[in-house]
C-alpha cells in the first residue's frame, strides 16, 4: 500500500479539507454500492418496493454529486494543490462523476425490476442465474475500486481492471444465451430484454468500476493507464520500480 | 418519507467507510514509523534524481561547492541550463538556491567569507578563470533582484547606463534605440515614453522592477538571472512580469529563483528543487508539479513541512 501523506500539511485546514474530499467520496461510494445492491434483489426477488427505494435514493446520489464537484472546485481555487494533491482532487472529480453513473445505471435496473413485476412477476426464471452471478461480480468489483481508492491500493484497483475483462465476457455470453431463449420461445422477448437492459446497466456499472480503479493508479502513480489493456498497465508499473 | 430514507442510507454510508479507514489508518501509522526526517533525508542525497543535465548547455556547472567560511552551503551541484530555456529553483529559505544562482555571474565575489569550487562554464568558457575579467562576465550574465534598485537616475539614464559603461554605443541616435527597444521589450515603453528624464526612483514597484529589467536587457546580455524578481510586487505588476519571461525566453536564457510555487509553474521549462544545499530533483516542470519524483520535492511543493 501507498501512502500519500494528506494529513501531513503544514496547514492542517488544508488537510481537512483532503480528508473531507475523501470522506465524501467513500460515502457516496457506500451509498451507490446499496444501491446496485438494491436494484439487482429488486429484479430477484421480484420486490417493486424495494425498486421505488432505490428510485428515490437516487435523487440523494445527484445531490451529493453537485455538492462534491462544489467542495473540490473550492479546494482548486483556495489551495492550488500540485503533485499527489492535485491528483486527488482531479480524481475526486472523476471518480464523484463514475459513482454517480453507477447510480444513474441503478437507477434503470430498478426500472427494469418493476417492469418485470408488472408484467407478471418471477413466472419465468429465464435470465436469473446470469443476472445474479454477473450482479456478483459487479457489486464485488464496486466495492474493491473504493477499497483502493480508501487504502491507496494499487494491486487492488488493477484487480478490479482484471475484474471487469471478467465481467465484460460474462456479459457477452449472456447475451448469447438470452438470444437463443428468445428464438426457442418469442412470447418471453418482452421478458428477456428487460433482463438484457439490467445486465447492460451492471456491465456498464462494471466499467465504471474499471474508471475509479484507473484514477486510483493515476492518484498514486500519477501514471494515467486509461485505455491501456492490464499488461500494458502492469508493464508500465513494473517499469517504475 | 424521502428523508427517512436517506436517513437510514447514511449511517451505513458512513459505516463502509469508517470501516475502509479503519484499515488505512493502521498501515499508514506502520508507515509513519519508517520515516526519516527531511533533513536526514537531504543530508543522505548523493546524487540528483531526474534529468539534471541538457542538450545544447548555456550554462553547465559541474561538481559545484559554495563555502561560507566553515559553512558549507551548496553541496556537488552538477545542472545544465539549456539555451533560450527558463529553468526555475525553489526550495525553502536557506537551501542554497540563491546562493548558487549568483555564483553564475560570480556576484559571491563580493562577499570575502564566500569560496565557489568546482565549474562552471559558460558556453564552454570557465567563468572562474583567474584571468577573466567579471565585467564582461556581467554583461553577458545579466541579473534582476529581489527588491528593485533603480539608480537615482532618470529612467533614460538607467537603462542607457549599462550600453554607456561598456562602450556599446556611442552616437546618441543609437542610444535611444537601444533604451526604447530594451523599455518596449521590458513591456515598460507605453507607460514611460513621455517622461523618460523623471527620475526612476519615482516610478511605482512595478514599474521600477520592469525598469530593472530594461536596464539588464539594454546590453544584451546571454543570460538572464532573476532573484526573486516578483517578491514585492502585486498580481498584476507580477503578471506582467512572469509575460515579459515568456517572451524573454525566446532570446535569453533565463534562471529565477522564486518563493511562489506557482509562478515556478508557470514561467519555467525545467524545475530544480534544493533542499540544505542539495539540488535534490531537476525535472520538466509539468513533471515536477504533478508527479515528482523525489519525496522532498512533493513535500515541499505540496506544503508539506516547514
Given at each position: 500500500m501507498e501512502n500519500l501523506h494528506i494529513d501531513q500539511h503544514i496547514s492542517r485546514q488544508f488537510n481537512t479539507d483532503l480528508e473531507h474530499l475523501r470522506e465524501h467520496l467513500l460515502e457516496m461510494g457506500g451509498l451507490v454500492e446499496e444501491q446496485v445492491a438494491d436494484a439487482v434483489r429488486a429484479i430477484e426477488s421480484a420486490d417493486s418496493e424495494l425498486a421505488e427505494k432505490v428510485l428515490r435514493t437516487e435523487d440523494e446520489i445527484d445531490r451529493r454529486e453537485v455538492a462534491l464537484d462544489e467542495e473540490c472546485t473550492l479546494v482548486l481555487a483556495r489551495r492550488q494543490p500540485a503533485a499527489s494533491d492535485l491528483r486527488l482532487v482531479l480524481m475526486v472529480t472523476k471518480a464523484n462523476r463514475d459513482l454517480e453513473r453507477m447510480g444513474d445505471e441503478a437507477d434503470k435496473i430498478a426500472h427494469m425490476a418493476i417492469a418485470l413485476n408488472d408484467a407478471g412477476g418471477a413466472t419465468s426464471p429465464r435470465g436469473f442465474v446470469e443476472l445474479r452471478h454477473i450482479g456478483n461480480s459487479v457489486q464485488a468489483l464496486v466495492h474493491q475500486s473504493l477499497d483502493a481508492f480508501a487504502r491507496f491500493d494499487v494491486q487492488t484497483a488493477i484487480e478490479v481492471v482484471k475484474g471487469d475483462k471478467q465481467v465484460d465476457r460474462d456479459y457477452g455470453s449472456a447475451m448469447r444465451e438470452l438470444a437463443t431463449y428468445m428464438m426457442e420461445d418469442p412470447r418471453s422477448i418482452t421478458r428477456v430484454m428487460n433482463i438484457i437492459w439490467a445486465l447492460r446497466s451492471l456491465e456498464r456499472i462494471g466499467d465504471h468500476a474499471r474508471n475509479i480503479a484507473e484514477h486510483v493508479i493515476y492518484l498514486v502513480?500519477?501514471?494515467?493507464?486509461?485505455?491501456?489493456?492490464v499488461g500494458e498497465i502492469e508493464a508500465q508499473l513494473e517499469e517504475r520500480e | 418519507m424521502q428523508d427517512t430514507v436517506i436517513e437510514s442510507k447514511a449511517p451505513t454510508a458512513k459505516a463502509v467507510q469508517a470501516e475502509r479507514t479503519k484499515k488505512t489508518t493502521k498501515t499508514e501509522s506502520n508507515a509513519m514509523n519508517a520515516k526519516r526526517s527531511p533533513t536526514e533525508i537531504a543530508e543522505s542525497i548523493t546524487e540528483t534524481v531526474g534529468k539534471p543535465l541538457a542538450q545544447n548547455a548555456k550554462l553547465a556547472m559541474r561538481d559545484v561547492n559554495v563555502y561560507y567560511d566553515q559553512k558549507?552551503?551548496?553541496?556537488?551541484v552538477n545542472l545544465d541550463i539549456a539555451e533560450n530555456q527558463v529553468v526555475a529553483l525553489i526550495g525553502p529559505?536557506?537551501?542554497g538556491k540563491s546562493t548558487f544562482l549568483r555564483c553564475l555571474n560570480r556576484?559571491?565575489?563580493?562577499?570575502?567569507?564566500c569560496r565557489v569550487a568546482g565549474s562552471i562554464q559558460l558556453d564552454g568558457m570557465d567563468?572562474?578563470?583567474?584571468?577573466?575579467?567579471v565585467v564582461p562576465l556581467r554583461a553577458r550574465v545579466g541579473m534582476v533582484f529581489q527588491k528593485p534598485n533603480p539608480f537615482p537616475k532618470s529612467i533614460y539614464d538607467n537603462v542607457a547606463y549599462g550600453p554607456r559603461i561598456h562602450g556599446l554605443v556611442n552616437r546618441r541616435a543609437d542610444l535611444d534605440e537601444v533604451v526604447e527597444s530594451s523599455l518596449r521589450k521590458a513591456g515598460l515603453w507605453e507607460e514611460v515614453k513621455d517622461r523618460l528624464?523623471?527620475?526612476?526612483?519615482?516610478?511605482?514597484g512595478g514599474q521600477q522592477q520592469r525598469l530593472c529589467i530594461a536596464r539588464t536587457i539594454a546590453v544584451s546580455p546571454e543570460v538572464i538571472l532573476m532573484?526573486?524578481?516578483?517578491?514585492?510586487?502585486?498580481p498584476i505588476a507580477t503578471a506582467k512580469i512572469e509575460e515579459l519571461i515568456a517572451e524573454l525566453s525566446q532570446n535569453f536564457t533565463i534562471a529565477i529563483v522564486t518563493h511562489s510555487m506557482q509562478q515556478a509553474a508557470r514561467v519555467s521549462h525545467r524545475t530544480a528543487y534544493f533542499h540544505l544545499g542539495r539540488l535534490v530533483e531537476v525535472n520538466e516542470t509539468e513533471k515536477v508539479f504533478?508527479?515528482?519524483?523525489h519525496e522532498l520535492t512533493e513535500a515541499y511543493i505540496t506544503g508539506r513541512f516547514g
Amino acid at each position: 500500500m501507498e501512502n500519500l501523506h494528506i494529513d501531513q500539511h503544514i496547514s492542517r485546514q488544508f488537510n481537512t479539507d483532503l480528508e473531507h474530499l475523501r470522506e465524501h467520496l467513500l460515502e457516496m461510494g457506500g451509498l451507490v454500492e446499496e444501491q446496485v445492491a438494491d436494484a439487482v434483489r429488486a429484479i430477484e426477488s421480484a420486490d417493486s418496493e424495494l425498486a421505488e427505494k432505490v428510485l428515490r435514493t437516487e435523487d440523494e446520489i445527484d445531490r451529493r454529486e453537485v455538492a462534491l464537484d462544489e467542495e473540490c472546485t473550492l479546494v482548486l481555487a483556495r489551495r492550488q494543490p500540485a503533485a499527489s494533491d492535485l491528483r486527488l482532487v482531479l480524481m475526486v472529480t472523476k471518480a464523484n462523476r463514475d459513482l454517480e453513473r453507477m447510480g444513474d445505471e441503478a437507477d434503470k435496473i430498478a426500472h427494469m425490476a418493476i417492469a418485470l413485476n408488472d408484467a407478471g412477476g418471477a413466472t419465468s426464471p429465464r435470465g436469473f442465474v446470469e443476472l445474479r452471478h454477473i450482479g456478483n461480480s459487479v457489486q464485488a468489483l464496486v466495492h474493491q475500486s473504493l477499497d483502493a481508492f480508501a487504502r491507496f491500493d494499487v494491486q487492488t484497483a488493477i484487480e478490479v481492471v482484471k475484474g471487469d475483462k471478467q465481467v465484460d465476457r460474462d456479459y457477452g455470453s449472456a447475451m448469447r444465451e438470452l438470444a437463443t431463449y428468445m428464438m426457442e420461445d418469442p412470447r418471453s422477448i418482452t421478458r428477456v430484454m428487460n433482463i438484457i437492459w439490467a445486465l447492460r446497466s451492471l456491465e456498464r456499472i462494471g466499467d465504471h468500476a474499471r474508471n475509479i480503479a484507473e484514477h486510483v493508479i493515476y492518484l498514486v502513480h500519477g501514471m494515467d493507464v486509461r485505455h491501456t489493456s492490464v499488461g500494458e498497465i502492469e508493464a508500465q508499473l513494473e517499469e517504475r520500480e | 418519507m424521502q428523508d427517512t430514507v436517506i436517513e437510514s442510507k447514511a449511517p451505513t454510508a458512513k459505516a463502509v467507510q469508517a470501516e475502509r479507514t479503519k484499515k488505512t489508518t493502521k498501515t499508514e501509522s506502520n508507515a509513519m514509523n519508517a520515516k526519516r526526517s527531511p533533513t536526514e533525508i537531504a543530508e543522505s542525497i548523493t546524487e540528483t534524481v531526474g534529468k539534471p543535465l541538457a542538450q545544447n548547455a548555456k550554462l553547465a556547472m559541474r561538481d559545484v561547492n559554495v563555502y561560507y567560511d566553515q559553512k558549507q552551503a551548496v553541496f556537488d551541484v552538477n545542472l545544465d541550463i539549456a539555451e533560450n530555456q527558463v529553468v526555475a529553483l525553489i526550495g525553502p529559505s536557506g537551501c542554497g538556491k540563491s546562493t548558487f544562482l549568483r555564483c553564475l555571474n560570480r556576484m559571491n565575489d563580493t562577499i570575502d567569507i564566500c569560496r565557489v569550487a568546482g565549474s562552471i562554464q559558460l558556453d564552454g568558457m570557465d567563468i572562474y578563470d583567474s584571468k577573466l575579467d567579471v565585467v564582461p562576465l556581467r554583461a553577458r550574465v545579466g541579473m534582476v533582484f529581489q527588491k528593485p534598485n533603480p539608480f537615482p537616475k532618470s529612467i533614460y539614464d538607467n537603462v542607457a547606463y549599462g550600453p554607456r559603461i561598456h562602450g556599446l554605443v556611442n552616437r546618441r541616435a543609437d542610444l535611444d534605440e537601444v533604451v526604447e527597444s530594451s523599455l518596449r521589450k521590458a513591456g515598460l515603453w507605453e507607460e514611460v515614453k513621455d517622461r523618460l528624464e523623471s527620475p526612476g526612483t519615482g516610478l511605482s514597484g512595478g514599474q521600477q522592477q520592469r525598469l530593472c529589467i530594461a536596464r539588464t536587457i539594454a546590453v544584451s546580455p546571454e543570460v538572464i538571472l532573476m532573484d526573486e524578481p516578483c517578491s514585492a510586487l502585486d498580481p498584476i505588476a507580477t503578471a506582467k512580469i512572469e509575460e515579459l519571461i515568456a517572451e524573454l525566453s525566446q532570446n535569453f536564457t533565463i534562471a529565477i529563483v522564486t518563493h511562489s510555487m506557482q509562478q515556478a509553474a508557470r514561467v519555467s521549462h525545467r524545475t530544480a528543487y534544493f533542499h540544505l544545499g542539495r539540488l535534490v530533483e531537476v525535472n520538466e516542470t509539468e513533471k515536477v508539479f504533478t508527479n515528482p519524483d523525489h519525496e522532498l520535492t512533493e513535500a515541499y511543493i505540496t506544503g508539506r513541512f516547514g
